[in-house]
């Protein structure tokens, strides 16, 4: 007899795969490690990164599903309201505004270029925030699909950004109303293109930080806590309602405490993309930091699918 518990509602249609080489305790350091030495371990793991890979993509061919229901998520949240999402919208314009009024008020800028500046860094911070938290929560907010509907795992993640991506554009339409009465869009250039890849980029970051934190929060669910305090530090320590140039032109000490900043990785997020919508110049080496950042947290990210993505219906 299995030393697996008998599942209900269709979890077994996603059941782990690793039984091809035998049922292990994946706490237990010394039967892992025996199991890795074995050829048929060695076999297994190869099988168990190739069923990684192939759950990334089986989940893109099954875009019909997650666009669908992403889409879906947006109408259901939003059921019987006149305005829809944009309710989203306007609460987004109404805290740039007080926000930038007040801060601009306090520090003496110039509202025409800080509440631009405020308004670019919200919203790109709102997309950050979401994906960070929502995606803590991705597979136990999914758990009656995860267990009754045979799909690739990653589906509930791409639907993940796929809604924020929806939620993204209405929230752009604020960027286009302030860019238009501030005068912002008489500063944007052929170069202030790049935010396009700079989204795509930190939309393909936004996948691996759900992957990583959907799993390591459905196996302890002390880590979505955890992070949502952990976002409201981050939250203070990024440059969106304070600016490190201004740290940087009075000099000295100031200057020193605003290179700590870029200790702080969301910071380079935000760089990418916020200055090019402003036509503020652009230093390639926040570039190299986010791509560094990628590369590293895919890796994690593909670790993680190989040694727990069979395991995530048991957890939920």
Not at 169 to 180: E, F, L, P, Q, S
Request: charged share 15%; proline share 4%; aromatic share 12%.
């Amino acid at each position: 007899m299995s030393d697996r518990s008998p599942t209900t509602n269709g979890a077994a249609s996603t059941a782990p795969d690793e039984g091809a080489a035998g049922t292990f305790d994946a706490d237990d350091p010394a039967e892992e490690m025996a199991r890795r030495t074995t050829p048929a371990g060695r076999a297994a793991g190869s099988r168990s990164f190739e069923r990684a890979i192939a759950d990334l993509v089986g989940g893109y061919k099954q875009r019909e599903l997650w666009l669908s229901l992403g889409w879906q998520d947006i109408k259901q949240r939003y059921r019987r309201s006149v305005i829809g999402p944009f309710w989203i919208t306007i609460a987004t314009g109404v805290q740039a505004l007080a926000m930038g009024v007040l801060y601009s008020a306090l520090f003496g800028f110039s509202l025409t270029e800080f509440l631009p500046y405020v308004t670019v860094g919200l919203i790109i911070w709102n997309l950050i925030n979401a994906g960070i938290l929502e995606g803590a929560d991705v597979f136990i907010a999914n758990e009656g699909l995860i267990k009754q509907l045979p799909s690739a795992l990653s589906v509930h993640v791409y639907r993940l950004v796929w809604r924020q991506m929806l939620l993204l554009g209405h929230n752009m339409v604020i960027y286009v109303v302030v860019a238009a009465v501030f005068g912002t869009w008489r500063h944007l250039t052929w170069a202030s293109l790049s935010a396009i890849p700079a989204l795509l980029l930190l939309m393909l970051n936004i996948l691996w930080v759900a992957f990583v934190f959907g799993i390591l929060a459905t196996r302890y669910r002390d880590i979505a806590p955890i992070l949502g305090s952990l976002t409201l530090l981050l939250f203070v320590l990024t440059p969106i309602m304070w600016s490190t140039e201004v740290l940087e032109q009075r000099g000295g000490e100031a200057a020193d405490r605003a290179r700590i900043a870029e200790l702080n990785p969301l910071f380079h997020y935000l760089a990418i993309i916020r200055d090019p919508l402003l036509g503020a110049h652009q230093d390639l080496y926040h570039w190299y930091i986010v791509i560094a950042i990628t590369i590293i947290g895919w890796a994690i990210a593909l670790f993680a699918l190989v040694k727990c993505r069979a395991r995530v219906p048991y957890w939920v």
